[in-house]
């Protein structure tokens, strides 16, 4: 942990567009309580998980605008709803892949080297929400087999967040993608 009265945590998220979203944007609210609504951040595809960090917003927007130097915005294929251990419920990426982690691996160097760690996977995903139970994901999951649909979508910007000690995710600021 870093030690200073400063310190954040913050997460960086690709912001996305995405092409006739509705009924996913519905389905989704099925499942969140109608006071968490309004907090719900937009679709995006987690790039750096949460990390503590007393760097200044502005430190953090010129490495983003350094790491990713000639990336443009860019089209990815969304499809599939599957859930993942712990209560998520992630909406997968079937084309596009590989500019992701290339952008992943980009924004991971320099000053965020050490947000990096190597004991996971990264698999682009868009989180959907969260259960608070394996019956509640398994039922949201079982309920997202009538979106067998694909959702075009457009990578337009790198998002900073701030994360709340209770999980809750506050945009600080956003890049975007020439």
């Given at each position: 942990?870093v030690?200073?009265?400063?310190?954040?945590?913050?997460?960086l998220?690709?912001?996305?567009e995405?092409?006739e979203?509705?009924?996913?944007?519905a389905?989704r609210?099925?499942?969140?309580r109608?006071?968490?609504r309004?907090?719900?951040?937009?679709?995006?595809?987690?790039?750096v998980?949460?990390?503590?960090?007393?760097?200044?917003p502005?430190?953090?927007?010129?490495?983003?605008?350094?790491?990713?130097?000639g990336?443009?915005?860019?089209?990815i294929?969304?499809?599939?709803?599957?859930?993942?251990?712990g209560?998520f419920?992630?909406?997968?990426?079937?084309?596009?892949?590989d500019?992701l982690?290339?952008?992943?691996?980009?924004l991971?160097?320099?000053?965020l080297?050490?947000?990096?760690?190597?004991?996971?996977t990264f698999?682009?995903?868009?989180l959907l929400?969260?259960?608070?139970?394996p019956?509640?994901?398994?039922?949201?999951?079982?309920r997202?087999q009538?979106?067998?649909k694909?959702?075009?979508?457009?990578?337009r910007?790198?998002?900073?967040?701030?994360v709340?000690?209770?999980?809750?995710?506050?945009?600080?600021?956003?890049i975007?993608?020439?």
């Amino acid at each position: 942990m870093v030690e200073s009265p400063n310190v954040r945590r913050l997460a960086l998220a690709a912001e996305l567009e995405v092409s006739e979203g509705a009924d996913l944007l519905a389905f989704r609210e099925q499942f969140i309580r109608p006071e968490d609504r309004a907090a719900l951040p937009e679709l995006s595809v987690p790039m750096v998980y949460p990390f503590e960090s007393d760097m200044e917003p502005e430190a953090l927007e010129d490495h983003i605008i350094t790491a990713l130097s000639g990336v443009k915005k860019f089209k990815i294929l969304l499809r599939g709803i599957t859930g993942y251990p712990g209560g998520f419920v992630l909406l997968n990426v079937k084309t596009g892949n590989d500019r992701l982690i290339l952008v992943h691996d980009l924004l991971h160097t320099g000053a965020l080297g050490a947000a990096n760690n190597p004991l996971y996977t990264f698999f682009p995903h868009v989180l959907l929400f969260r259960c608070g139970s394996p019956e509640d994901t398994r039922t949201a999951v079982l309920r997202a087999q009538t979106l067998q649909k694909g959702y075009e979508s457009t990578v337009r910007s790198i998002r900073i967040e701030q994360v709340g000690d209770d999980g809750s995710v506050k945009p600080v600021s956003a890049i975007d993608l020439e």
